[in-house]
């Protein structure tokens, strides 16, 4: 059988499975003159049928590509100083090997030497205006601030994602212990959860931010402890959010009928609970990833968040406070004015979004 | 009647109780927090360069002296214990970068104690200062409280009735632009807000002045002048806040109008003003109480960015300030201190919810 036939009985078998399948559908829909659709189907059509969170949306997915795709078509790295160099700087030992004559031994001998190719620019181009190689121009260092710009998002976005998914996590494990277990897990838990709720925001997190500062954490891992800390702080609004749904649910006729089959308690939570909690927390989520961004960014722009020479929404900001900023804020409005329309759009995509996503799970709250 | 009082004192003294409770918790977290740190404590670490210095032993009579308000030469646990009784005594312990003067002088004698006279016979006086953290606390926080009580009228004389015109021309033009508004608002993070002020308002149209709270050059009243250097910083604040008690405001007319006796009350063919203002505004108030808890120590606690963004000299920045130059004493004390605010606000909120709607019953006992 040539390839030529094998294709064409292909075709005509699938041909024959889609009117075979085209009947059934004829037949059901006939039968049946409501369309079925699924309960996420309506979401999605729900979610979609609003602008703003469509507009969220596609702001989301064109920060997304922008941070984590555009670092690799930029030809400048997120620590590359813009300037005239001598050398081509590497971090990389060289080795070369030469014959050398020992005044000692009288001898010729091989020598190794190893050195390193490190040069200092001579000339830095440091906040230049905007222009073709640079889009908003250099920063102080002389750093390309589109480029660091994506390396912002991808701190942002990331670290926002990381810290949400952290305190669903933990909220979801103590807000259903809690609301399913009640009496005295419950009482200890939400006490546990007030304290954490009247803790003030920012200068707790700023202090928590000054005890890592002194135990000197080296600048890569910090942000590991920076997720850390915002999940410690964050995890107990999701977890009363969770507990009060559970005791909403627990009193529902199917769970009733969960509790009437025997069903063992692991699945009653992880079949019948938690799943029927999820809306809102992905509506709180998306929520609170916003505040997330916002928090981030706080703490980058205090000093105390990203450290430098990583680059940060918030750190850009940052270069405009205090008497030596000034001249930035006067007259470089590229270096800074950009990463704060990022941050903007950032958090307000996740609020649209998260807008979209409550009124489609719950349409009884639009009208 | 005397019913209804009993259980609200009944209720109270519960609340009490269980505030208390939540500071105690608050109060581990945040100590627990400066105990972490490995290696030396904040004290010593403030202090080491001087103690090397230092031949007399002196300073490290004084750092032991701080160390053991602090619990830092027992264990953890025990501590705790020590820090706490010092708190509960009123000892807050002593700023390192701050000092206030408490408004009391000292009259200079001299070695034979008799008092040391100026020319005209009057003695000599030399203001006491205090680096007592409750002293500047006390100081530091009028100003702030000044700004943010401004603000706070501000933002409900605008947000109230925005809301509301928002919720009765539901899906209007208003609704929509004072959504998406209210959205920004709540996206915009303080910092840049604030610089971008700065950079139209001050720097470049010159209408308000760059930094500070007075300007001995501006030949305006003290007052005028004050205000005039509000202007930006409050306007920052009020546009923050703004949106999400907009957005509470709308959600809330929403429900109100639904309810069956806005319907009754536009049957009675009563005017739309009066219904409006008359039967749902009123009723929107109730949920509105609620916010109080949010706003107490928004008023006393300083506005950390926005101080610091416009160099006014309030708790807010000095928080700041403490946090960057590791005045640890400080930032325990503002941070426990805007605890005790919230944990009061919260109770305010809850008392004036029971007040303001009298279906709400106020459980004293078990519930």
């Not at chain 2, 609704?175 to 608002?185: K, N, Q, R």
């Not at chain 2, 009066?274 to 039967?279: D, E, F, L, P, S």
């Not at chain 2, 929107?284 to 006014?312: D, K, M, N, R």
Request: proline share 4%; aromatic share 12%.
């Amino acid at each position: 059988m040539s390839e030529f036939e094998k294709e064409v009985k292909e075709e005509k078998e699938l041909n024959v499975l889609e009117e075979a399948k085209s009947e059934l559908y004829e037949e059901v829909s006939l039968s049946d003159s409501a369309k079925v659709v699924s309960p996420g189907r309506m979401v999605l059509r729900r979610f979609f049928r609003s602008k703003l969170s469509l507009v969220g949306l596609v702001t989301l997915f064109i920060m997304f590509a922008f941070s984590f795709i555009g670092p690799l078509l930029s030809p400048w790295g997120e620590v590359e100083m813009t300037g005239d160099y001598k050398w081509v700087t590497s971090i990389l030992p060289h080795q070369i090997v030469v014959t050398e004559f020992n005044e000692e031994t009288g001898m010729d001998e091989q020598v190794t030497y190893i050195f390193f190719e490190v040069s200092d620019p001579y000339k830095v181009y440091s906040k230049t205006l905007p222009s073709w190689e640079h889009i908003f121009g250099t920063d102080q260092y002389g750093y390309d601030v589109f480029t660091r710009l994506m390396y912002g998002g991808r701190v942002s976005l990331l670290l926002g994602f990381m810290v949400i998914f952290a305190e669903v996590i933990v909220g979801l494990f103590f807000g259903s212990l809690s609301g399913y277990f009640g009496g005295w897990v419950d009482m200890v838990i939400m006490r546990v959860v007030d304290v954490f709720n009247c803790l003030p925001g920012l200068p707790i997190l700023m202090l928590a931010a000054a005890v890592i500062d002194s135990w000197g954490v080296p600048a890569r891992v910090r942000i590991y402890y920076l997720m850390a800390i915002l999940t410690f702080f964050g995890w107990a609004g999701i977890a009363r959010l969770v507990r009060g749904q559970i005791l909403g649910i627990r009193e529902l006729e199917y769970m009733l009928a969960a509790e009437a089959t025997g069903l063992s308690t692991r699945r009653k939570i992880f079949k019948h609970i938690i799943p029927n909690v999820m809306p809102q927390i992905i509506v709180q989520a998306t929520l609170g990833l916003g505040g997330i961004i916002l928090t981030e960014s706080t703490l980058s722009y205090l000093g105390l968040g990203v450290p430098f020479p990583y680059s940060a929404w918030g750190t850009m900001i940052s270069s405009t406070s205090g008497a030596a900023g000034r001249d930035i804020l006067q007259n470089y409005p590229a270096i800074w004015v950009p990463a704060g329309v990022c941050i903007v759009l950032a958090v307000l995509a996740f609020n649209f979004i998260g807008d979209g996503l409550r009124d489609a799970f719950d349409p009884k709250m639009r009208r | 009647m005397s019913l209804i009082i009993v259980n609200m004192i009944k209720y109270v003294i519960k609340r009490l109780a269980l505030s208390v409770l939540i500071l105690f918790g608050v109060s581990i977290i945040i100590y627990g927090l400066v105990r972490i740190k490995p290696g030396l404590d904040f004290i010593q670490t403030k202090f080491y360069a001087q103690m090397q210095l230092d031949s007399t032993g002196e300073v490290a009579l004084m750092v032991e002296e701080q160390r053991e308000l602090y619990g830092l030469t027992a264990p953890v646990f025990e501590g705790y214990l020590v820090w706490l009784n010092h708190i509960l005594h009123g000892e807050w312990g002593n700023s390192f970068i701050f000092s206030v003067s408490t408004g009391e002088v000292e009259y200079l004698v001299d070695d034979q104690g008799n008092p040391v006279l100026d020319s005209e016979g009057n003695q000599l006086t030399k203001p006491i200062s205090s680096s007592n953290v409750l002293d500047i606390i006390k100081d530091k926080s009028r100003i702030s409280f000044i700004i943010a009580l401004i603000a706070t009228i501000l933002q409900f004389a605008i947000a109230i009735p925005l809301g509301i015109t928002s919720a009765t021309k539901q899906y209007g033009v208003v609704d929509y632009s004072v959504t998406v508004l209210a959205m920004m608002g709540i996206s915009l993070p303080s910092f840049f807000f604030g610089a971008l002020l700065l950079r139209i308002f001050s720097i470049q149209l010159g209408w308000f002045p760059y930094a500070g709270l007075t300007d001995p050059n501006s030949g305006l009243p003290v007052f005028i002048d004050n205000l005039h250097h509000l202007v930006l910083p409050i306007t920052v604040l009020v546009i923050l806040s703004i949106g999400g008690l907009m957005r509470y405001t709308r959600t809330n007319m929403l429900e109100v109008l639904n309810a069956d006796y806005i319907r009754t009350a536009r049957a009675k063919g009563l005017s739309e003003h009066k219904v409006i203002y008359k039967h749902a505004f009123r009723n929107t108030l109730i949920p509105l109480v609620t916010i109080f808890a949010g706003i107490l120590p928004g008023l006393f606690g300083g506005a950390l960015i926005t101080e610091t963004i416009f160099s006014i000299d309030g708790i807010g920045q000095a928080a700041y300030r403490a946090v960057t130059q590791g005045d640890i004493p400080f930032v325990m004390a503002y941070n426990l201190f805007l605890s005790v605010l919230t944990v009061i606000g919260t109770l305010l909120s809850d008392l004036m919810y029971a007040v303001v709607d009298p279906r709400v019953k106020l459980v004293g006992g078990k519930k």
